[in-house]
């Protein structure tokens, strides 16, 4: 670490008295106990109100730090992501937005597949060699195995479609794509098409994988599924 990565990182004071960031890292482990009792079928949420499923969950948390349990906090970037690929498909670099429209794809299958695996009461080691499949194998036979349904056929074809752009990028394969040998305006209408495929994508997954996991609560569906608190703080408009 340099002197210049060092002096930037807060001191032991500066974080006790930050509570912005006490209270996002509280909230994330409570976020994460509550998902855990609905997922399992420990707490039934359509008889909870958000403020009593929170207190089971700080109980919980309390009970897991006395007991010494150790906690595992898993940060979901993915709206970052999304974002970051529209960045960059809005200034017209395409290829570095599929890079990242490949990526939320990945952050989105690996959130589902480890949810559905707390659900079957899978161990950490037997979901996480899950989530190392690769992504047709995600949407194909393991996905019918987990979820008993098979992966909706447009969806799984649009998320090849982006797969194959991506890593015909990252494999310097991008020399030999077909765009090479187009007119502008031929180019132009492929990339539009490109596009409008990697968003339907992104939107159908999402909406897709929210329905799997919806519960009959739509505040602490809202809570458990919607965007991380620390996203939706960045999104709004300062005062």
């Known amino acids: 670490m340099t002197g210049s990565e060092s002096d930037s990182l807060p001191t032991a004071e500066e974080f006790e008295v930050d509570e912005g960031l006490q209270r996002m890292i509280v909230n994330n482990v409570l976020r ?9 079928g420990e707490v039934d ?28 906090m898993v940060v979901d970037h993915s709206s970052t992501i999304l974002a970051e690929a529209r960045s960059y498909a809005d200034g017209g670099r ?34 996480v060699e899950l989530m190392r499949r690769s992504v047709p194998d995600k949407t194909g036979l393991t996905w019918k ?11 799984r074809s649009d998320i090849r479609f982006i797969s194959e752009r991506r890593n015909s990028f990252a494999h310097y394969k991008w020399q030999d794509h077909p765009e090479s040998h ?8 492929r990339r539009e098409k490109a596009e409008t495929t990697a968003e339907r994508a992104a939107s159908t997954l999402e909406d897709y994988v929210r329905r799997l996991f919806t519960t009959d609560g739509d505040v602490i569906d809202h809570w458990l599924h919607g965007p991380h608190p620390t996203e939706e703080s960045q999104n709004e408009e300062p005062s």
């Not at 990945?106 to 979901?127: W, Y």
């Not at 195995?145 to 969806?155: K, Q, S």
């Not at 187009?182 to 209408?189: C, E, Y």
């Open 45 to 72: 949420p359509s008889r909870l109100t958000l403020d009593q499923l929170l207190a089971l969950a700080f109980e919980r948390m309390k009970d897991n730090l006395r007991d010494g349990v150790e906690f595992a």
């Open 94 to 127: 395409e290829e570095f937005a599929f890079v990242f429209y490949g990526l939320f794809i990945e952050h989105v299958l690996n959130r589902a597949i480890r949810d559905r695996s707390t659900q079957l009461g899978l161990s950490e080691r037997e979901t």
């Open 32 to 40: 994460g106990i509550a998902n855990e009792m609905v997922l399992t």
């Open 145 to 155: 195995l987990l979820f008993g349904e098979d992966f909706p056929a447009l969806l």
């Open 182 to 189: 187009l007119l502008p305006d031929a180019i132009r209408t």
